[in-house]
C-alpha cells in the first residue's frame, strides 16, 4: 500500500523567511503533484514532477523529485502573505489511476 | 480556461437518504475520478471511470457507492443510503494523460455533504 507523509503538518512563518515542506512516499514512483487547497476551496494543480531530479519553479515556489530517495520538496522563498494556503503532495502509484495524498502542510505567513 | 464544475456546492440530507453529487469534468478528458475530504483530513480517493466502466476503487467505496455517466457531459456520484460518516466534501476531478505521460488532475470546487 502506498503511503505518503508530509510534515511540517503546520507551518507559521513570518514574511521574507524561506521553508522547505517534505514529502516522503512509500513505495516506487516517478510521478508527484503539488496541489494548493485555501480554506473551503478546492484543489489547485502547482507542479508535475515526472522523473528522477526533476525540478520546477514557479514564483517563490520550487518543488523538486528525488525518486531514489522517495522524497519530493517544496521550498518556499521569501514568504509573502499570499502564500498562506494548504499544501498537498500526491503521489501516483505504478500502473495506478489514483493519486495518494499526503495529510497536507497548513502554511500561515505572518506579516 | 475550461474547468470541472460541480452541483449543488452544498448538499443536506437526512441519514438513509440517497444522494446523488453531479459533476460536468472538462470536456476532452477521458478520465474521471471522485475524492473526498473528511473536514480536516487528507484528500481520499474514491473510484476512477473510464470508457463508461469503474477502473479503480477504493476500500470506501463499497455497495453503497455508484458512479454513472448518464450522457456525453456528466458524472455523478450517488450515495444510496447515506451515514453520518459519509459527511465531507465530495472532490470530482478529470484527466487526460497528457500525452500517455503523466496524469494530471483538475478538481472541481466541490460539494459539501452534510448528513444529519
Known amino acids: 500500500e502506498l503511503k505518503v507523509e508530509q510534515n511540517p503538518l503546520f507551518l507559521s512563518m513570518q514574511e521574507g523567511k524561506n521553508y522547505t515542506i517534505y514529502c516522503n512516499y512509500s513505495?516506487?514512483?516517478?510521478?508527484l503533484y503539488w496541489y494548493r487547497q485555501d480554506p473551503g476551496k478546492s484543489l489547485e494543480s502547482l507542479f508535475v514532477l515526472l522523473s528522477n531530479g526533476a525540478v520546477k519553479q514557479e514564483g517563490r515556489l520550487m518543488a523538486s523529485l528525488d525518486t531514489k530517495a522517495r522524497l519530493s520538496t517544496l521550498h518556499i522563498t521569501a514568504a509573502v502573505h499570499d502564500l498562506s494556503a494548504t499544501y498537498f503532495c500526491?503521489?501516483?502509484?505504478?500502473?495506478?489511476?489514483?493519486?495518494?495524498f499526503g495529510k497536507g502542510t497548513k502554511l500561515s505567513v505572518i506579516p | 480556461e475550461p474547468e470541472v464544475t460541480q452541483t449543488p456546492s452544498h448538499q443536506v440530507t437526512q441519514m438513509g437518504q440517497e444522494v446523488i453529487l453531479r459533476c460536468v469534468p472538462i470536456s476532452n478528458h477521458l478520465y474521471f475520478y471522485w475524492y473526498r475530504q473528511i473536514l480536516g483530513q487528507k484528500v481520499e480517493f474514491l473510484v476512477s471511470f473510464y470508457n463508461n466502466e469503474i477502473s479503480e476503487k477504493s476500500e470506501i467505496f463499497d455497495d453503497q457507492f455508484s458512479v454513472e455517466r448518464p450522457d456525453g457531459s456528466n458524472f455523478t456520484l450517488k450515495i444510496r443510503s447515506t451515514k453520518l460518516e459519509d459527511s465531507a466534501m465530495y472532490f470530482c476531478a478529470s484527466s487526460d494523460w497528457t500525452s500517455g505521460l503523466y496524469n494530471e488532475q483538475f478538481f472541481g470546487p466541490g460539494t459539501r455533504l452534510t448528513v444529519l
Open positions: 513505495t516506487t514512483s516517478d510521478r
Open positions: 500526491a503521489v501516483e502509484g505504478a500502473g495506478s489511476y489514483q493519486l495518494t
